[in-house]
């Protein structure tokens, strides 16, 4: 448009030109008897600031607006290849609309025409991504990031209280959770669950409602959740539910199951059907009673293993399986296993980890 009322000598583009000439004359300069592309797009950056457009990454033919606005031009367009736009016109949603009139810009040009319009902002965020907080300087025209710096020096306190607020808005998943800290939740939930509700709500309500007594002590001087530990978890929920407690919990559901033979297997609190746990057949012989949890309401689910580790049968009566199903186990598997030990009554056999010894009945 501008090439073509260069050329034109009509009476309108005429009485523009003298109009362009009283303009220059008002403010002490002269009428430019040309402009370059570049001073367009700085002409259209003063009238329309909040229409500078950065093109987007990812190869495609967008940009951003400092407004916020979302513009897209044809690939095979001359424009399609400026990193810098200033948009005259567009049409269509606000999501993508299509740009129908701009003019290039050089960055440089953006950073002194529009100088007092760039702003450097202190950002102090929760990053739910990472876990970690975002402390920076963003220098910014409207929407469009110019640059970032990190910022690294920063009150314990106050990165305590972002991080703690991330977890009240973003949820308690977001903690490092590992085998202790979620093995006591599951620990106290299943004691709860039989009965004893003494012990401390591990749920995530009750968690949450707490946050400011058991998990911001361990956010000083953290910048991510990730830094916290397991371990860590774990002490602040034990200390949560008391040393008494602790005591209490440790009786009623132990985190290991140790087995006549003296082998120490970990309960599986979260097992379908109540706590469970693998242990070798041989390392129960001389176990009459079925082992107990929660002071005798809940049987533990034992799953029966062979000398190699495959599963044999689960059972929560071990007595019973001793006088019933424990003959046909013993047939199947003494030919399988020669070297180990396979009693026809194994209440009264010695348990054993080890291969019987030459001579030894089996």
């Known amino acids: 448009r501008l090439r073509l009322w260069r050329r034109d000598r009509g009476a309108r583009a005429e009485s523009a030109r003298r109009l362009a000439a009283r303009w220059a004359r008002s403010v002490g300069g002269a009428a430019a ?9 700085q002409v259209l950056a003063l009238a329309w600031p909040d229409r500078v457009a950065r093109r987007r990454g990812g190869g495609g033919a967008s940009w951003l607006m400092a407004n916020g606005r979302a513009v897209t031009l044809d690939a095979a367009d001359p424009l399609a290849k400026s990193p810098w736009l200033v948009i005259a016109d567009a049409a269509g ?14 960055e440089s040009s953006v950073l002194q025409r529009l100088a007092t319009s760039i702003t450097e902002t202190p950002v102090l965020a929760f990053d739910p991504e990472t876990g970690g907080v975002v402390a920076e300087t963003q220098r910014r025209l409207g929407a469009i990031m110019l ?7 920063l009150d314990p ?18 903690l490092p959770w590992g085998d202790a800290s979620h093995g006591l939740r599951q620990r106290s939930a299943f004691v709860r669950a039989a009965g004893f509700t003494d012990i401390a709500d591990p ?27 397991d371990a860590a978890l774990a002490e602040a929920l034990a200390a949560r539910i008391g040393w008494a407690g602790m005591r209490r919990l440790d009786a009623l559901a132990p985190v290991q199951f140790t087995s ?8 599986d609190y979260a ?3 109540g706590p469970a746990v693998d242990v070798r057949v041989q390392a129960l012989f001389g176990l009459a009673q079925h082992p107990m949890l929660a002071d005798g309401r809940q049987p533990l689910t034992l799953r029966l293993t062979s000398p190699a580790g495959r599963p044999i049968q689960v059972t929560r009566d071990l007595p019973r399986f001793w006088t019933g199903s424990w003959a046909d186990v013993r047939r199947d598997l ?20 080890r291969a019987r010894r030459p001579g030894q009945p089996g």
């Open 33 to 41: 008897a040309a402009a370059d592309g570049d001073a367009v797009g």
């Open 93 to 106: 949603s606000a999501a993508g609309a299509r740009v129908l009139s701009a003019a290039a810009i050089d």
């Open 147 to 153: 640059g970032r710096r990190p910022v690294d020096r």
């Open 157 to 174: 306190a106050l990165l305590a209280g972002v991080l703690l607020q991330g977890v009240r808005d973003h949820g308690l998943q977001l």
């Open 203 to 229: 749920g995530d309500a009750a968690l949450r409602d707490t946050l400011d007594d058991w998990l911001a002590p361990l956010l000083a001087g953290k910048r991510r959740l990730g830094d916290i530990g």
């Open 260 to 267: 006549p033979a003296g082998s120490n297997h970990r309960i």
């Open 271 to 273: 097992a379908e059907g």
């Open 334 to 353: 003494r030919g399988r296993y020669p070297k180990h030990p396979w009693p026809e009554d194994p209440r009264a056999a010695p348990p054993t980890l």
